[in-house]
């Protein structure tokens, strides 16, 4: 449909062949065929294809392509041919690795996949958003994501934020009726559109469209504002830029070099890509992607699934977690404790007032209320003989919901309304004591805040009930909710867990702070917070948080350690303050409430029994609240973050090493130290263990606290041993020649076995910061190594490998020189280790910060 907003709901019915209980079974399942699934992109055959392009469209790859073309050019098959089986080779190593990675992590978010309510054939169904079509009739309520385009049929107090489409920031109140053709989607009152989310209310919608024929498909890739670039990503990103200087450098003093000794142009320039290729880690993306996908798999072993891989490193750098009370630190298994008057006693008439409004309230699903419910039932309550006549749904602002119902012989209706102490009360002229009603004036209030702090400090949550008698109408509102009558409290008890206080500590101990950010009241606030181990002194309210200016909340807000009674807003601001001042955030939330502090967060955490939109703005979803399991997945997100590191920097140093080695001897001697086609290969050997790198075992020192990128770290580790290598490669080199008088192709195949066989060991070395017998590698690694070394050590006497890579047999003499000049440096590597780790947290890369 192409103007639904200009129809009536029964004209929009009849064009999609609709009808109000929703398409049948048959008739939605013949709609998909035809429609296709509602999503913006296409599945897996557009995704393999663009990651299969992507491995041969980097500038290095490229560059590799150049210069196979140049040899096609001047009819050099062989090296040609070399040239790009080498490239296909990497690329499709690093394409199967890439594409098993993103199909487990696939198969680990369809756990996720969005859920909507439909009718269908007038029967209310949950289907996955993916098979809605056009005519079906979906039922929406707070917290709900809208799942396509839609004219809204029903409506109740509906607010939605439309801010990802229009980019209005305030909810938009939806309504129904006829609007004109020309009425722009912002002023769309009447339609309900994907991408957006409902704040409160109710909705019942006709889709109209899907996919990417919606207002948000259509205008995608101009509402597909870049993700902040995460610290992860920016590390990798000037580790890019650190190379590509580096590289710059050597390649272009190679380049001249050769040129100013007469060597031919064609080789010089191969030799010089090839010097290029040596000193990058091609094979990062795949490396990157396999910890990764490893990672999210053993996350989700342990009840952890990761929406966004990028979340696993960020999971391991960040040094605050905020959190909420409920089900987190708290059993999450709300019981209903008392229903007491405004004197503090036992009260059926609260009881009763709250067990209609919450058996009758049909917005928010909550805890609190289904302990209310589950408390009345019983006791044998039930609803009749009360009518349900309105509701007036709960938002942040009011803080309360209100029922108002009718009960038989009575001229008039009650509204029952029940919320947050402090926006109750402000509603209330009257109280209900005993003996009747009495104004409620200063003392009284101050005696209910009394109350209300007494049962808070006991850990007591309280819910403020009111009422107030209205004449029968039509249609109830906000406004109505004034001059009420304050009848009690209903107290909720939900216990600290006993296992709280103690993965508190454990993730203090990894030097993560714990902050609570609640909304509910300071007292049961600062209760739970002390019974799990957190500072009740150390206290701070949204009241106050508003007051404060956002450098002054900067400078506090890493001082505290509960944020009670907070709105959304103010939790948004907290998190930002926290990020200012230089901290890496956590944030773990379920509500509605949550959603702009989730996404803000360096890493959003929630729940998968969590709202549709705290659960879609959250990075890592937990299938069980638990901070233990959250704790276990910092320590796999650490260990994700440390293999990545160590191939960044073994590869890098061991490349840099042989790199400037080359680059020395190329002007000193009379021939070229290797062709490029044996740096290829040695390259492309030496990369097939680290693909090993993400099953590698970790030292607990390495996931003992936050992990951030640090260039510097890095650029001095790369000299370091860079130059331990680059000082055993030019020994290696005067002795092939002044002892062994060794001819061009004898000294390039000693020095490819060199070179590699370093590699390889090094590899080993410089995975630990310990001794190297002292930290076990794992066996896919160390096999995996084992029997490259073994490949290295016979290609020489391969004929095959000798006719197209230009190697010879070495004598037993010359190889085992080879091997005796590989356990040398391995010595060297291990003294040179000894004195770096002494200063390890100036100049190891892959250990905690």
């Not at 599945?43 to 040899?71: C, H, M, T, V, Y």
């Amino acid at each position: 449909m192409t103007v639904p907003w200009s129809q009536t709901a029964q004209e929009a019915l009849e064009a999609l062949q609709s009808r109000n209980e929703g398409l049948h079974e048959a008739e939605a399942t013949g709609r998909l065929a035809i429609q296709g699934p509602n999503r913006l992109r296409d599945g897996d055959k557009r995704q393999w294809s663009a990651l299969l392009a992507r491995q041969f469209a980097s500038p290095l790859a490229l560059i590799l392509i150049f210069g196979a073309l140049i040899s096609l050019a001047l009819s050099d098959w062989l090296d040609a041919a070399i040239i790009l089986a080498i490239l296909a080779g990497s690329g499709l190593l690093s394409f199967g690795q890439e594409y098993r990675a993103g199909k487990a992590v696939a198969a680990l978010r369809a756990r996720l996949a969005l859920q909507v309510r439909v009718l269908r054939a007038g029967m209310e169904r949950r289907v996955g958003a993916e098979t809605l079509v056009p005519g079906d009739i979906v039922l929406l309520a707070a917290g709900n994501l809208v799942p396509a385009d839609g004219l809204v049929l029903e409506v109740r107090d509906c607010q939605v934020t439309e801010a990802s489409l229009t980019g209005e920031s305030l909810p938009v109140e939806k309504a129904t009726g006829v609007l004109p053709v020309q009425t722009p989607i912002a002023r769309r009152t009447n339609m309900l559109f994907m991408g957006s989310s409902l704040r409160s209310g109710t909705a019942k919608m006709l889709v109209t469209s899907t996919g990417r024929k919606t207002e948000f498909g259509a205008i995608a890739e101009q509402l597909r504002k870049a993700e902040p670039e995460s610290e992860f990503a920016r590390g990798i990103r000037r580790f890019g830029a650190m190379l590509l200087s580096v590289m710059l450098v050597i390649v272009l003093a190679v380049l001249g070099a050769n040129q100013l000794l007469g060597r031919p142009p064609v080789e010089s320039l191969l030799f010089s890509v090839a010097l290029a290729v040596g000193i990058s880690p091609e094979m990062l993306p795949a490396i990157i992607s396999v910890t990764l996908a490893k990672g999210a798999r053993n996350l989700a072993r342990g009840g952890v699934i990761v929406r966004r891989l990028d979340a696993i490193e960020n999971l391991g750098s960040i040094d605050v977690l905020c959190t909420d009370k409920t089900g987190t630190l708290t059993e999450g298994a709300i019981r209903l404790d008392a229903a007491v008057d405004a004197s503090g006693q036992v009260s059926s008439m609260v009881e009763r007032a709250g067990f209609l409004n919450a058996a009758l309230e049909t917005g928010i699903a909550n805890p609190l209320d289904a302990a209310i419910v589950a408390a009345g039932e019983a006791r044998g309550a039930q609803v009749d003989p009360a009518i349900k006549i309105d509701e007036i749904p709960y938002d942040f602002l009011r803080r309360r919901l209100s029922i108002v119902v009718s009960e038989p012989d009575a001229d008039h209706v009650r509204m029952i309304t029940k919320g947050a102490f402090a926006d109750v009360l402000s509603a209330c002229t009257l109280v209900q004591h005993e003996h009747g009603v009495k104004p409620l004036d200063g003392a009284e209030r101050e005696a209910l805040e009394a109350m209300l702090r007494e049962r808070g400090s006991a850990g007591y949550r309280a819910l403020a009930v009111a009422e107030r008698r209205l004449s029968r109408r039509d249609r109830y509102s906000r406004d109505d909710e004034r001059e009420m009558i304050f009848l009690g409290l209903l107290l909720f008890f939900d216990p600290p867990k006993p296992e709280a206080m103690q993965a508190v500590h454990d993730l203090q101990s990894l030097g993560i702070s714990v902050k609570m950010i609640s909304g509910d009241n300071r007292y049961v606030a600062a209760h739970v917070a002390e019974a799990v181990g957190l500072d009740p002194k150390r206290l701070m309210t949204g009241e106050a948080v508003a007051k404060m200016s956002a450098e002054a909340l900067c400078r506090r807000a890493g001082e505290i350690a509960i944020f009670a009674e907070t709105d959304p807003q103010q939790k948004e601001r907290i998190i930002r303050a926290l990020q200012q001042a230089g901290h890496a955030v956590g944030y773990m939330g379920d509500g509605i409430n949550d959603a702009p502090a989730l996404h803000l967060a360096d890493v959003g955490i929630s729940v998968d029994q969590a709202v549709d939109v705290a659960r879609e703005s959250a990075d890592v979803v937990l299938l069980r609240r638990d901070l233990d399991i959250l704790r276990q997945g910092v320590v796999d997100g650490r260990r994700t973050f440390t293999n990545t590191l160590k191939y960044i920097a073994i590869t890098v140093s061991a490349n840099f090493g042989n790199m400037v080695s080359m680059a020395i001897a190329t002007p000193l001697l009379p021939f070229l130290p290797l062709l490029a086609k044996q740096i290829l290969l040695n390259n492309f050997m030496s990369d097939l263990p680290s693909l090993a790198i993400s099953t590698d075992n970790v030292d607990p020192e390495s996931v003992a606290a936050p992990q951030r990128w640090d260039i510097g770290k890095i650029r001095r580790f790369m000299i370091v041993f860079g130059l331990v290598s680059s000082i055993f490669d030019l020994l290696t080199f005067a002795v092939l020649l002044l002892s062994f008088k060794a001819d061009p192709t004898t000294f390039r195949t000693a020095w490819f076995l060199v070179s590699l066989l370093t590699e390889l060991a090094v590899l080993f070395l410089l995975r630990t910061r310990r001794f190297v017998l002292a930290s076990r590698p794992s066996r896919l690694l160390l096999w995996s190594s084992v029997a490259v070394a073994f490949v290295t050590l016979t290609l020489p006497y391969v004929p095959l490998a000798q006719e197209a890579f230009s190697l010879t047999p070495l004598t037993p003499l010359l190889l085992g020189f080879c091997v005796a000049v590989t356990i040398a440096y391995a010595f060297a590597t291990e003294v040179a280790k000894f004195f770096l780790a002494k200063s390890a947290d100036r100049n190891w890369p892959h250990k905690g910060a």
